[in-house]
C-alpha cells in the first residue's frame, strides 16, 4: 500500500487454529475465556473478556447539543460522562434496535432521524467488545420515564453544546472512549455536512 492507496487502509480479519478455549470465569455480565492459539510456528495463550457487545448513541437536539449521562463507574471509581449505551443481551435485536431502546431506557427519548457514526473495539488486547455508535436526531421526549436502580438511580443528565463536548475532551476532562468516539465522529458528520455546497 502507498500513500495515495488510502481506501485500501482497513483492519484486516485473521482467521487462526484455535488449539484450546475454555471458559475460565463465568461473571453476571460476561465471561473470561483462556485460547491457546496457533501463531505462526507456536501455540500462546490469550485470556479476554468474551464481551457481547454494544450500541451508543450520539443523541443532537435542534441546537446541536449532545445528550450526556454522568453515572457512577466502579472500577475507576469515578462518576464519568458518558453518551447513552448498552449491551447487546437481546436476542434477535440489532445494534439500532439496541441503541433506540437504550436511548428509551436510558433519556426516555425516541428519535426519528438515525444514521450509523462508527463501530469501535474498545480494548483488543483484552476483550472481543465492538460498539456500534449512531447518530440520532429528531428527539422526542417519552411520555412514561423508565425505574432506574442501583449506578443509574441517581443518574445526570445534561446538554451540552457539541462543540464544548469536544473541547472537554481534548483539553482531557471527559476521557470516556465510547463518549470520545462518539462526539468527535459528531463534529465531523456536520463538519462535513456544512462544508457541502448546496443545492439549489
Do not use: C, K
Request: proline content about 4%.
Amino acid at each position: 500500500m502507498n500513500s495515495t492507496d488510502a481506501s485500501a487502509l482497513r483492519d484486516e480479519t485473521v482467521d487462526l487454529p484455535i488449539v484450546s478455549s475454555e471458559r475460565v470465569y463465568e461473571g453476571r455480565i460476561w465471561d473470561v475465556r483462556s485460547d491457546t492459539v496457533q501463531y505462526r510456528d507456536s501455540e500462546i495463550v490469550r485470556q479476554y473478556v468474551d464481551h457481547p457487545g454494544a450500541a451508543a448513541i450520539v443523541a443532537l437536539d435542534d441546537h446541536d447539543r449532545v445528550l450526556l449521562i454522568q453515572q457512577y463507574r466502579h472500577p475507576i471509581r469515578r462518576r464519568d460522562w458518558e453518551i447513552p449505551a448498552g449491551l447487546l443481551d437481546v436476542v434477535g435485536e440489532s445494534p439500532l434496535q439496541s441503541a433506540q431502546r437504550e436511548l428509551a431506557e436510558e433519556a426516555d427519548l425516541t428519535a426519528s432521524e438515525w444514521e450509523p457514526l462508527v463501530s469501535v473495539f474498545t480494548t483488543p488486547g483484552g476483550n472481543d467488545e465492538v460498539v456500534h455508535i449512531f447518530l440520532a436526531r429528531g428527539l422526542t421526549a417519552n411520555g412514561d420515564a423508565h425505574a432506574r436502580a442501583d449506578e443509574e438511580a441517581d443518574i445526570r443528565i445534561e446538554w451540552v453544546a457539541l462543540s464544548d463536548a469536544v473541547t472537554a475532551v481534548m483539553d482531557g476532562r471527559m476521557r470516556n472512549g465510547i463518549l470520545a468516539t462518539g462526539v468527535l465522529a459528531a463534529a465531523e458528520v456536520l463538519r462535513r455536512q456544512n462544508a457541502s455546497p448546496t443545492q439549489d
